[in-house]
């Protein structure tokens, strides 16, 4: 059983440019929250989608934006990348009614912004 | 709001030596509390939680964590580490709020524990 797939694994952009980052989350799961994580620092809430809809969101502007679909994966977009974007992404998965176990993490995406 | 302090930014052990990282934790509602472990260029593995019941909790690869409700920590041990156990780790904690919440966690800045020879 796959866990949560994020891809790229990788990405360099320029500053200025959009940015999608994909996430698969876990089967049987249906919320998948997203994170960034700065270098040296704690990983961030962004959002959180349940039901194809944002439930929850973080301090983040609203160059941050995403989107869930029917089979709940999801994406997140950055509009106008800032230097300040790179950070590693990770997306997590959960299923609601089990949110109190804890989520499943993806290795995540790691953004450089040049 | 929810807030978490990690008090060690930085921890080296002697293999084979006990470790304790310690957390403590700000909220004005009841919490659920986990501790994750990030080894290099991966994800977060959750190593375990505490929902509710008996104040220790016992998780993978021989660690444990201790609620102190009075003390709001939530630190987490091991009584005897490896060389494989270097690797960050991070408290986290979401609000035990039921329907109402949709349990986003926050982190703590991470402690990043060096296991030596």
């Known amino acids: 059983d796959a866990g949560v797939t994020q891809s790229p694994t990788h990405l360099i952009k320029t500053r200025g440019q959009q940015v999608t980052l994909r996430c698969s989350p876990k089967?049987?799961?249906?919320?998948v929250s997203w994170y960034q994580q700065a270098l040296g620092q704690g990983p961030q809430f962004i959002f959180q989608y349940y039901e194809e809809e944002e439930r929850q969101r973080g301090n983040f502007p609203d160059r941050f934006s995403g989107h869930q679909f029917p089979n709940y994966s999801s994406e997140l977009n950055v509009n106008a990348l800032l230097l300040g974007d790179s950070a590693l992404y990770l997306c997590a998965s959960s299923r609601l009614r089990d949110r109190a176990y804890g989520y499943t993490f993806g290795s995540g995406t790691r953004l450089t912004v040049v | 709001a929810q807030s978490v302090t990690q008090l060690d930014s930085q921890v080296p052990v002697f293999e084979e030596a006990p470790v304790e990282l310690r957390c403590n934790y700000s909220?004005?509602?009841?919490?659920?509390l986990f501790w994750y472990v990030q080894y290099p260029n991966q994800g977060l593995q959750l190593l375990l939680k505490?929902?509710?019941?008996?104040?220790l909790v016992k998780g993978i690869n021989g660690f444990e964590a201790e609620f102190n409700k009075s003390q709001t920590s939530f630190h987490l041990r091991k009584p005897s580490v490896h060389i494989s156990d270097t690797a960050e780790y991070f408290c986290?904690?979401?609000?035990?709020?039921?329907?109402?919440?949709?349990?986003?966690?926050?982190f703590g800045q991470g402690t990043i524990l060096t296991v030596h020879p």
């Open positions: 089967s049987g799961h249906d919320t």
């Open positions: 909220s004005s509602v009841s919490v659920y």
């Open positions: 505490y929902l509710s019941g008996s104040t």
């Open positions: 986290a904690v979401s609000e035990n709020a039921g329907g109402t919440s949709y349990g986003k966690l926050t």
